[in-house]
């Protein structure tokens, strides 16, 4: 199962002397259990590309399925059908904490399932599995206001409101933008789980190549309103000319072994982490004292 988008666009204003093409016949595929970063500058089409996924914005021309459901049907017929497909679709924007508003963080995160008709038992459970779900506590901060917390543990609520609607789909607006490091690693900790243990598909669009580098396994970069990479990472962060031309750089890790390389140290570039440059450092530097140790050994 998966999300598709088929030669997709998308027109602000249409007809209008504002009109703004943001999306320019874009096809892709996000596959059930992956974890697909998108990346591109600032007005690359991202967050209209974002909002495509659960019907918050239809396209001009094309179609978006979810699990092979239109989630935009002609049809009267299709609709109820529709409407389930795009509740699969779970968006946390950016800086999500400011859609906080509840006294408490119980009621915040039950503001979802009790407006989907649930029983006041059922919403319940679901508050605490999505509490658990994002490592909160269920005693400890249900009775606490979410504007009392860091900003990593509001943006934890915001993402446990979201996943109290029990979505397969998980997309995620710049989630570590703005926050400290320990909240960043916090909530990294958290998708990871929920990727990982949970099985969650995740999309996540973020600024940051070293964390796509980190997280991803799959990798769609934006320029100008067009899909100009679809690939694995590795694959992705290697094409440097179409990189530049997105407005985006490799990952730092990346980006030093190609130095080191350059600089005459017989090193292999295709690291994307730190942990990855610390691999390939090492490597090198043992078969450098191996040979010393051999030449040492031959004299």
């Not at 996000?30 to 690359?44: M, Y």
């Not at 017989?266 to 440059?277: E, I, S």
Request: include cysteine; charge should be positive.
């Amino acid at each position: 199962m998966a999300i598709e988008l088929q030669h997709v666009d998308y027109i602000y204003m249409p007809k209008t002397p504002f009109e703004h093409q943001a999306l320019h016949d874009v096809s892709l595929c996000i596959e059930e259990g992956s974890f697909t970063a998108i990346a591109g500058h600032t007005g690359s089409g991202k967050s209209t590309l974002l909002q495509q996924f659960n019907g918050l914005l239809q396209p001009t021309k094309g179609r978006v399925l979810v699990d092979g459901v239109d989630i935009n049907p002609k049809n009267k017929k299709e609709r109820a059908e529709a409407k389930q497909a795009r509740l699969k679709v779970g968006m946390v924007f950016q800086y999500a904490e400011q859609q906080l508003f509840e006294e408490t963080i119980e009621a915040d995160i039950a503001f979802g399932p009790r407006n989907l008709g649930l029983t006041e038992a059922e919403v319940t459970k679901r508050v605490q599995e999505a509490m658990k779900l994002v490592h909160l506590d269920y005693a400890t901060y249900r009775q606490r206001s979410p504007f009392a917390l860091s900003g990593g543990q509001q943006r934890r609520v915001a993402i446990a409101g979201v996943l109290a609607l029990q979505p397969e789909y998980l997309v995620l607006d710049e989630p570590i933008a703005g926050l400290d490091p320990r909240g960043r690693e916090e909530l990294v900790k958290t998708i990871r789980y929920l990727h990982q243990k949970k099985h969650v598909t995740i999309i996540f669009v973020s600024h940051n190549m070293d964390d796509i580098a980190r997280l991803a396994d799959h990798v769609l970069i934006m320029n100008q309103g067009q899909l100009v990479c679809s690939a694995a990472p590795l694959a992705a962060f290697a094409d440097k000319a179409m990189l530049k031309a997105a407005g985006l750089q490799p990952p730092h890790a990346m980006t030093l072994l190609e130095r080191l390389a350059a600089a005459g140290l017989p090193v292999k570039t295709d690291g994307l982490t730190k942990g990855d440059a610390h691999q390939r450092i090492l490597a090198v530097c043992r078969e450098v004292a191996q040979a010393q140790k051999y030449r040492k050994g031959g004299c």
